[in-house]
Protein backbone atom coordinates (compact mmCIF):
# COMPACT_ATOMS: atom_id res chain seq x y z
CA UNK A 1 0.00 0.00 0.00
CA UNK A 2 1.02 3.50 -0.81
CA UNK A 3 2.24 6.02 1.90
CA UNK A 4 -0.85 6.46 4.31
CA UNK A 5 -1.76 10.32 4.77
CA UNK A 6 -5.73 9.64 5.39
CA UNK A 7 -7.71 7.41 7.12
CA UNK A 8 -7.75 4.20 5.70
CA UNK A 9 -10.72 1.31 6.84
CA UNK A 10 -11.33 -1.93 5.65
CA UNK A 11 -15.09 -3.38 4.58
CA UNK A 12 -15.57 -6.76 4.88
CA UNK A 13 -18.48 -8.84 3.98
CA UNK A 14 -19.06 -12.62 5.57
CA UNK A 15 -21.60 -15.07 5.99
CA UNK A 16 -24.41 -15.93 4.07
CA UNK A 17 -25.14 -13.18 1.43
CA UNK A 18 -28.47 -11.41 1.13
CA UNK A 19 -29.59 -8.46 -0.95
CA UNK A 20 -28.07 -5.21 0.26
CA UNK A 21 -24.78 -6.02 1.21
CA UNK A 22 -23.76 -3.98 -1.85
CA UNK A 23 -26.19 -1.23 -0.67
CA UNK A 24 -24.44 -1.15 2.53
CA UNK A 25 -20.70 -1.13 1.07
CA UNK A 26 -21.99 1.74 -1.22
CA UNK A 27 -23.28 3.53 1.99
CA UNK A 28 -19.86 3.29 4.13
CA UNK A 29 -17.82 3.58 1.25
CA UNK A 30 -19.10 6.95 0.05
CA UNK A 31 -19.92 8.42 3.07
CA UNK A 32 -16.06 7.62 4.14
CA UNK A 33 -14.78 9.12 0.56
CA UNK A 34 -16.93 11.64 0.05
CA UNK A 35 -18.03 12.86 3.71
CA UNK A 36 -14.59 12.04 5.59
CA UNK A 37 -11.98 11.98 3.32
CA UNK A 38 -10.79 8.47 3.97
CA UNK A 39 -9.03 5.99 1.79
CA UNK A 40 -11.14 2.57 1.35
CA UNK A 41 -10.52 -0.88 1.19
CA UNK A 42 -12.17 -4.08 0.30
CA UNK A 43 -11.48 -7.08 2.09
CA UNK A 44 -12.56 -10.28 0.07
CA UNK A 45 -14.48 -13.05 0.69
CA UNK A 46 -14.92 -12.16 4.89
CA UNK A 47 -12.23 -12.96 6.97
CA UNK A 48 -10.67 -15.02 4.62
CA UNK A 49 -9.13 -12.33 2.81
CA UNK A 50 -7.49 -10.51 5.75
CA UNK A 51 -5.85 -14.28 6.69
CA UNK A 52 -4.66 -14.49 3.39
CA UNK A 53 -3.77 -10.52 2.50
CA UNK A 54 -6.19 -10.21 -0.35
CA UNK A 55 -7.76 -6.76 -0.96
CA UNK A 56 -8.10 -4.17 -3.30
CA UNK A 57 -8.67 -0.21 -2.76
CA UNK A 58 -12.41 0.96 -3.61
CA UNK A 59 -12.34 4.09 -5.15
CA UNK A 60 -15.66 5.98 -5.47
CA UNK A 61 -16.05 5.02 -8.49
CA UNK A 62 -15.90 1.36 -7.93
CA UNK A 63 -18.91 1.68 -5.63
CA UNK A 64 -20.77 3.41 -8.16
CA UNK A 65 -23.88 1.74 -10.12
CA UNK A 66 -23.97 -1.14 -7.34
CA UNK A 67 -26.86 -0.09 -5.04
CA UNK A 68 -29.54 -2.13 -6.68
CA UNK A 69 -27.09 -5.36 -7.35
CA UNK A 70 -27.39 -8.85 -5.31
CA UNK A 71 -24.79 -10.61 -3.57
CA UNK A 72 -21.37 -8.93 -2.63
CA UNK A 73 -18.93 -7.43 -5.11
CA UNK A 74 -16.08 -8.36 -2.51
CA UNK A 75 -17.38 -11.87 -1.94
CA UNK A 76 -17.85 -14.06 1.04
CA UNK A 77 -17.06 -16.47 3.30
CA UNK A 78 -18.02 -18.43 6.63
CA UNK A 79 -14.45 -18.45 7.46
CA UNK A 80 -14.33 -18.40 11.58
CA UNK A 81 -11.04 -17.11 12.40
CA UNK A 82 -10.98 -17.99 16.09
CA UNK A 83 -12.86 -21.41 15.34
CA UNK A 84 -10.32 -24.42 15.05
CA UNK A 85 -10.48 -26.98 12.54
CA UNK A 86 -9.45 -29.46 12.70
CA UNK A 87 -9.86 -30.79 9.00
CA UNK A 88 -6.19 -32.18 9.02
CA UNK A 89 -4.81 -29.23 6.59
CA UNK A 90 -1.72 -27.89 7.24
CA UNK A 91 -3.19 -24.36 6.60
CA UNK A 92 -5.86 -24.60 8.90
CA UNK A 93 -2.97 -25.06 11.84
CA UNK A 94 -1.84 -21.74 10.97
CA UNK A 95 -2.43 -18.47 13.81
CA UNK A 96 -5.14 -16.70 11.99
CA UNK A 97 -5.94 -14.40 14.47
CA UNK A 98 -2.56 -13.18 14.84
CA UNK A 99 -2.68 -13.30 10.45
CA UNK A 100 -5.38 -11.05 10.57
CA UNK A 101 -3.46 -8.42 12.89
CA UNK A 102 -0.34 -8.44 10.52
CA UNK A 103 -2.40 -8.18 7.67
CA UNK A 104 -4.57 -5.24 9.15
CA UNK A 105 -1.33 -3.35 10.27
CA UNK A 106 0.24 -4.18 7.08
CA UNK A 107 -1.96 -2.70 5.05
CA UNK A 108 -2.26 0.43 7.48
CA UNK A 109 -5.90 0.30 8.59
CA UNK A 110 -7.38 2.30 11.26
CA UNK A 111 -10.65 0.64 11.23
CA UNK A 112 -12.17 -2.83 9.97
CA UNK A 113 -15.70 -2.77 9.11
CA UNK A 114 -17.24 -5.91 9.31
CA UNK A 115 -20.71 -6.50 7.33
CA UNK A 116 -22.46 -9.74 8.80
CA UNK A 117 -24.58 -11.58 10.95
CA UNK A 118 -24.17 -13.33 14.56
CA UNK A 119 -20.89 -15.53 13.83
CA UNK A 120 -19.21 -12.22 11.79
CA UNK A 121 -20.01 -9.56 15.35
CA UNK A 122 -18.81 -12.72 17.62
CA UNK A 123 -15.63 -12.24 15.31
CA UNK A 124 -15.86 -8.64 15.52
CA UNK A 125 -16.14 -8.21 18.65
CA UNK A 126 -13.03 -11.07 19.25
CA UNK A 127 -10.41 -8.87 17.12
CA UNK A 128 -12.07 -5.39 19.05
CA UNK A 129 -10.92 -7.38 22.31
CA UNK A 130 -7.32 -8.12 20.92
CA UNK A 131 -6.72 -4.79 20.19
CA UNK A 132 -8.24 -3.59 16.28
CA UNK A 133 -10.26 -0.75 15.86
CA UNK A 134 -13.73 -2.23 14.74
CA UNK A 135 -17.32 -1.59 13.72
CA UNK A 136 -20.28 -3.95 12.65
CA UNK A 137 -22.81 -3.34 10.63
CA UNK A 138 -25.78 -6.24 11.19
CA UNK A 139 -26.80 -7.70 8.15
CA UNK A 140 -28.51 -11.00 7.61
CA UNK A 141 -32.07 -12.67 6.08
CA UNK A 142 -32.63 -13.74 9.54
CA UNK A 143 -33.34 -10.81 11.42
CA UNK A 144 -31.65 -12.75 14.30
CA UNK A 145 -28.88 -9.95 15.55
CA UNK A 146 -29.43 -8.94 18.78
CA UNK A 147 -29.27 -5.30 20.09
CA UNK A 148 -30.87 -4.17 16.74
CA UNK A 149 -34.72 -3.67 15.39
CA UNK A 150 -33.44 -5.25 12.18
CA UNK A 151 -31.21 -6.49 10.01
CA UNK A 152 -30.78 -5.35 6.65
CA UNK A 153 -31.67 -8.36 4.19
CA UNK A 154 -34.67 -9.17 6.21
CA UNK A 155 -36.88 -7.33 4.61
CA UNK A 156 -36.39 -8.17 0.99
CA UNK A 157 -36.45 -11.99 2.11
CA UNK A 158 -40.00 -11.50 3.36
CA UNK A 159 -41.07 -10.08 0.25
CA UNK A 160 -39.38 -12.70 -1.90
CA UNK A 161 -41.15 -15.64 0.84
CA UNK A 162 -44.39 -13.56 0.65
CA UNK A 163 -44.44 -13.57 -3.12
CA UNK A 164 -44.30 -17.03 -2.80
CA UNK A 165 -46.64 -17.73 -0.62
CA UNK A 166 -49.33 -15.22 -2.76
CA UNK A 167 -48.51 -18.04 -5.56
CA UNK A 168 -49.09 -20.86 -4.12
CA UNK A 169 -52.62 -19.98 -2.76
CA UNK A 170 -53.59 -20.55 -6.54
CA UNK A 171 -52.35 -23.61 -7.08
CA UNK A 172 -53.88 -24.71 -3.82
CA UNK A 173 -57.11 -23.46 -4.90
CA UNK A 174 -57.29 -25.13 -7.86
CA UNK A 175 -56.18 -28.44 -6.92
CA UNK A 176 -57.82 -28.13 -3.59
CA UNK A 177 -54.54 -29.13 -1.76
CA UNK A 178 -52.57 -28.46 1.16
CA UNK A 179 -49.49 -26.09 0.73
CA UNK A 180 -46.73 -26.34 2.94
CA UNK A 181 -43.77 -23.81 2.27
CA UNK A 182 -40.54 -24.10 4.22
CA UNK A 183 -38.71 -20.59 4.66
CA UNK A 184 -35.38 -19.77 5.99
CA UNK A 185 -34.45 -17.90 9.56
CA UNK A 186 -31.83 -20.57 10.76
CA UNK A 187 -33.14 -20.74 14.63
CA UNK A 188 -35.29 -18.25 14.38
CA UNK A 189 -38.62 -17.78 13.07
CA UNK A 190 -38.72 -13.88 12.01
CA UNK A 191 -38.92 -14.50 8.47
CA UNK A 192 -41.84 -17.47 8.63
CA UNK A 193 -43.60 -14.80 11.05
CA UNK A 194 -44.03 -12.16 8.77
CA UNK A 195 -43.96 -13.71 5.27
CA UNK A 196 -46.95 -15.85 6.82
CA UNK A 197 -49.11 -13.40 8.02
CA UNK A 198 -48.54 -11.05 4.35
CA UNK A 199 -48.87 -14.04 2.84
CA UNK A 200 -52.22 -14.88 4.53
CA UNK A 201 -50.86 -18.38 6.07
CA UNK A 202 -53.40 -20.00 7.92
CA UNK A 203 -51.18 -22.11 10.17
CA UNK A 204 -47.76 -20.66 10.42
CA UNK A 205 -44.89 -22.32 12.70
CA UNK A 206 -42.04 -21.02 14.28
CA UNK A 207 -39.30 -22.46 15.90
CA UNK A 208 -39.70 -20.65 19.38
CA UNK A 209 -43.51 -21.81 19.82
CA UNK A 210 -43.47 -25.18 20.53
CA UNK A 211 -45.90 -26.92 17.75
CA UNK A 212 -48.48 -30.04 18.29
CA UNK A 213 -48.83 -32.51 15.58
CA UNK A 214 -52.72 -32.98 16.85
CA UNK A 215 -53.24 -29.03 16.83
CA UNK A 216 -52.02 -28.96 13.03
CA UNK A 217 -54.34 -32.03 11.92
CA UNK A 218 -57.31 -30.46 13.81
CA UNK A 219 -57.04 -27.18 12.35
CA UNK A 220 -56.80 -28.53 8.69
CA UNK A 221 -59.81 -30.89 9.52
CA UNK A 222 -61.97 -28.08 10.73
CA UNK A 223 -61.51 -25.49 7.90
CA UNK A 224 -61.89 -28.83 5.71
CA UNK A 225 -65.37 -29.12 7.51
CA UNK A 226 -66.08 -25.45 7.12
CA UNK A 227 -65.31 -26.05 3.31
CA UNK A 228 -61.97 -24.66 2.87
CA UNK A 229 -60.97 -25.58 -0.22
CA UNK A 230 -57.20 -25.47 0.78
CA UNK A 231 -54.92 -24.34 3.65
CA UNK A 232 -51.15 -22.65 3.44
CA UNK A 233 -48.80 -23.88 6.01
CA UNK A 234 -45.65 -21.40 6.75
CA UNK A 235 -43.33 -23.56 8.44
CA UNK A 236 -39.45 -21.88 10.09
CA UNK A 237 -36.73 -24.28 8.64
CA UNK A 238 -35.38 -23.85 12.51
CA UNK A 239 -38.30 -26.00 13.82
CA UNK A 240 -37.67 -29.27 16.39
CA UNK A 241 -37.71 -31.86 13.60
CA UNK A 242 -38.64 -35.33 15.38
CA UNK A 243 -36.63 -38.12 14.47
CA UNK A 244 -38.57 -40.67 13.27
CA UNK A 245 -37.50 -44.53 12.63
CA UNK A 246 -39.13 -44.29 9.37
CA UNK A 247 -37.07 -41.15 7.76
CA UNK A 248 -34.22 -42.37 9.81
CA UNK A 249 -32.10 -43.33 5.80
CA UNK A 250 -32.20 -39.23 4.85
CA UNK A 251 -32.33 -36.24 6.50
CA UNK A 252 -36.08 -34.67 5.50
CA UNK A 253 -36.43 -31.30 6.15
CA UNK A 254 -39.17 -29.04 8.26
CA UNK A 255 -41.10 -28.56 5.59
CA UNK A 256 -41.09 -32.22 4.16
CA UNK A 257 -41.93 -33.30 7.77
CA UNK A 258 -44.70 -31.05 8.23
CA UNK A 259 -45.92 -32.27 4.95
CA UNK A 260 -45.21 -35.90 5.52
CA UNK A 261 -47.60 -35.84 8.96
CA UNK A 262 -50.27 -33.79 7.15
CA UNK A 263 -51.07 -36.31 3.99
CA UNK A 264 -50.33 -39.33 6.27
CA UNK A 265 -52.91 -38.15 9.32
CA UNK A 266 -55.37 -36.33 6.90
CA UNK A 267 -55.00 -37.95 3.80
CA UNK A 268 -55.27 -34.67 2.28
CA UNK A 269 -53.21 -33.95 -0.99
CA UNK A 270 -50.08 -32.27 0.48
CA UNK A 271 -47.04 -30.57 -1.47
CA UNK A 272 -44.12 -29.11 -0.15
CA UNK A 273 -42.06 -26.33 -1.41
CA UNK A 274 -38.34 -25.67 0.72
CA UNK A 275 -37.86 -22.02 -0.62
CA UNK A 276 -34.21 -22.20 -0.12
CA UNK A 277 -31.92 -19.57 -1.55
CA UNK A 278 -33.97 -17.73 -3.53
CA UNK A 279 -34.57 -15.83 -0.38
CA UNK A 280 -30.98 -14.67 -0.75
CA UNK A 281 -30.73 -13.51 -4.13
CA UNK A 282 -31.04 -10.73 -6.64
CA UNK A 283 -31.83 -7.22 -6.29
CA UNK A 284 -32.47 -5.76 -2.52
CA UNK A 285 -35.50 -4.10 -1.58
CA UNK A 286 -35.92 -0.47 -1.32
CA UNK A 287 -36.75 -0.92 2.55
CA UNK A 288 -32.63 -2.79 2.27
CA UNK A 289 -31.53 -0.38 0.16
CA UNK A 290 -32.37 2.29 2.55
CA UNK A 291 -31.48 0.67 5.97
CA UNK A 292 -28.56 -0.67 4.78
CA UNK A 293 -27.07 2.73 3.28
CA UNK A 294 -27.92 4.61 7.28
CA UNK A 295 -26.25 1.78 8.60
CA UNK A 296 -23.10 2.59 6.17
CA UNK A 297 -23.20 6.73 6.42
CA UNK A 298 -23.54 5.94 10.33
CA UNK A 299 -20.46 3.41 10.68
CA UNK A 300 -18.51 6.40 8.58
CA UNK A 301 -19.32 9.31 11.08
CA UNK A 302 -18.72 6.08 14.05
CA UNK A 303 -15.21 5.94 12.87
CA UNK A 304 -15.23 9.67 12.53
CA UNK A 305 -15.60 10.12 16.00
CA UNK A 306 -13.16 7.18 17.03
CA UNK A 307 -16.45 5.48 18.31
CA UNK A 308 -14.89 1.77 18.39
CA UNK A 309 -16.00 -1.68 19.33
CA UNK A 310 -19.32 -0.76 18.49
CA UNK A 311 -22.19 -2.54 16.08
CA UNK A 312 -24.36 0.03 14.04
CA UNK A 313 -27.94 -0.64 15.35
CA UNK A 314 -31.70 0.76 14.66
CA UNK A 315 -34.08 0.95 17.55
CA UNK A 316 -37.36 3.15 17.12
CA UNK A 317 -36.10 4.00 14.05
CA UNK A 318 -33.00 5.79 15.28
CA UNK A 319 -29.23 4.76 14.79
CA UNK A 320 -27.69 4.30 17.86
CA UNK A 321 -23.91 2.10 18.41
CA UNK A 322 -24.52 -1.07 20.38
CA UNK A 323 -21.07 -2.44 22.22
CA UNK A 324 -19.85 -5.67 20.19
CA UNK A 325 -19.40 -7.42 23.46
CA UNK A 326 -22.89 -6.79 23.90
CA UNK A 327 -23.83 -8.24 20.57
CA UNK A 328 -21.83 -11.09 20.56
CA UNK A 329 -22.69 -14.96 21.39
CA UNK A 330 -26.44 -13.84 21.59
CA UNK A 331 -29.54 -14.80 19.02
CA UNK A 332 -32.49 -12.24 18.81
CA UNK A 333 -35.73 -14.87 18.89
CA UNK A 334 -39.37 -13.59 17.97
CA UNK A 335 -41.04 -13.26 22.08
CA UNK A 336 -43.56 -15.72 22.92
CA UNK A 337 -45.44 -12.89 23.63
CA UNK A 338 -44.80 -10.30 20.24
CA UNK A 339 -47.94 -8.38 19.86
CA UNK A 340 -47.57 -9.81 16.12
CA UNK A 341 -48.58 -13.15 17.16
CA UNK A 342 -51.52 -12.09 19.15
CA UNK A 343 -53.38 -9.86 16.57
CA UNK A 344 -52.58 -13.08 13.96
CA UNK A 345 -54.21 -15.12 16.42
CA UNK A 346 -57.51 -12.92 16.40
CA UNK A 347 -57.58 -13.28 12.66
CA UNK A 348 -57.76 -17.31 12.71
CA UNK A 349 -54.01 -17.97 12.50
CA UNK A 350 -53.10 -20.68 14.20
CA UNK A 351 -49.73 -21.39 15.29
CA UNK A 352 -49.57 -24.96 15.62
CA UNK A 353 -50.09 -25.06 19.45
O1 LIG B 1 -28.05 -17.01 7.70
C1 LIG B 1 -28.68 -16.96 6.48
C2 LIG B 1 -29.03 -18.35 6.03
O2 LIG B 1 -29.62 -18.28 4.78
C3 LIG B 1 -29.96 -19.08 6.97
O3 LIG B 1 -31.30 -18.62 6.86
C4 LIG B 1 -29.75 -20.49 6.49
O4 LIG B 1 -30.13 -21.43 7.46
C5 LIG B 1 -28.24 -20.50 6.28
O5 LIG B 1 -27.87 -19.17 5.94
C6 LIG B 1 -27.78 -21.42 5.16
O6 LIG B 1 -26.35 -21.47 5.26
P1 LIG B 1 -25.41 -21.74 3.96
O7 LIG B 1 -25.48 -20.51 3.12
O8 LIG B 1 -24.06 -21.96 4.56
O9 LIG B 1 -25.99 -22.95 3.29
Request: glycine share 12%.
Amino acid sequence: MGKKTKTRIGILTAGGDCPGLNAAIRGIGKAAILEYGMEVIGISDGFLGLINNDYSVLKEENLSGILTLGGTILGTSREKPFKKNNTGNPFQDVDKPKLIKKHYDEIGLDCLVCIGGNGTQKTAARLSEEGLNVIGIPKTIDNDVWGTDTTFGFASAVNIATEAIDRLHSTANSHKRIMVIEVMGHQAGWIALHSGIAGGGDIIIIPEIKFDEKKIIETLIKRAEIKKSYSIVVVAEGIEVPKRKEDVCRKISAGQYIAKIINEKTGFETRETVLGYIQRGGTPSPIDRILATRYGAFAAELIAKKKFGNMVAIINDNLVPVPLKDVANKTKFVPADYPMIKKARYIGTSFGD
